[in-house]
């Protein structure tokens, strides 16, 4: 079975531009969330989804968003790009009545 | 919101000596507790959780213990090996779904 799939796995954008990650979870997995990683911080919860709901979300500003679709995958969208968003963008996917994650490689997001 | 605080965020130790990472939490409401191992460029990986209703929890090397009444829990690393080295990561679930708040890691180093 196939593991979490993120890409793109790098990316490089300047201050002010928008960018969008995704996220193929696990076949038949249908909750995906969304953790930010930087060095010091551990990991920070963005969101999660569940079958095109999202059902947590965390301390971000407005500027982070995502969706998911009827096939599970999922997007996360950041716009208006800060140094500060600079960091390594984890997904990870759980199966139904599961709480144990299983992350992706993540995609390392560097902002100029 | 809950708070994660995990101890030491570096540690070494001497092949075949134990490795001991300890973590609060603050929201007595998180019923769950995964510990995450995280080699260097790669995903976080599962290697031991706990719920809120079992004191300790062990698989081979390594254990897990949990005292809810003073809201912390720890892991246990027995008779180390090289391969043990990596940042690892506590984390406290929330009640309302899969939304973990993650301590900020413990770099462990294993010296042959």
């Known amino acids: 079975k196939a593991g979490v799939t993120q890409t793109p796995r790098y990316l490089i954008k300047t201050r002010g531009q928008q960018v969008t990650l995704s996220c193929s979870p696990i076949s038949g997995h249908r909750s995906v969330s969304w953790y930010q990683q930087t060095p010091g911080q551990g990991l920070q919860f963005l969101f999660e989804?569940?079958?095109?709901?999202?059902?947590n979300k965390g301390n971000f500003p407005g500027r982070f968003s995502g969706r998911q679709f009827s096939n599970s995958r999922s997007e996360m969208n950041v716009s208006t790009l800060e140094l500060g968003d600079s960091a390594l963008y984890l997904c990870a996917s759980s199966a139904q009545g599961s709480e144990k994650l299983f992350f992706g490689s993540g995609t390392q997001l560097s902002v100029l | 919101g809950e708070n994660v605080e995990q101890h030491p965020s570096t540690l070494s130790v001497q092949e075949g000596d134990s490795a001991v990472i300890k973590c609060t939490y603050s929201d007595s409401a998180s019923n769950y507790f995964p510990w995450y191992k995280q080699e260097l460029g790669k995903r976080p990986q599962l290697i031991i959780d706990?719920?809120?209703?079992?004191g300790e929890k062990k698989d081979q090397r390594i254990a897990v213990t949990l005292n809810k009444t003073a809201k912390h829990f720890s892991l246990h690393i027995t008779e180390t090996q090289p391969e043990d080295s990596a940042v690892y990561f506590c984390a406290a679930s929330h009640p309302t779904g899969n939304q973990f708040y993650f301590g900020t890691g413990t770099s462990l180093t294993v010296i042959p």
């Open positions: 989804y569940f079958s095109e709901t999202q059902r």
């Open positions: 706990i719920r809120s209703n079992v």
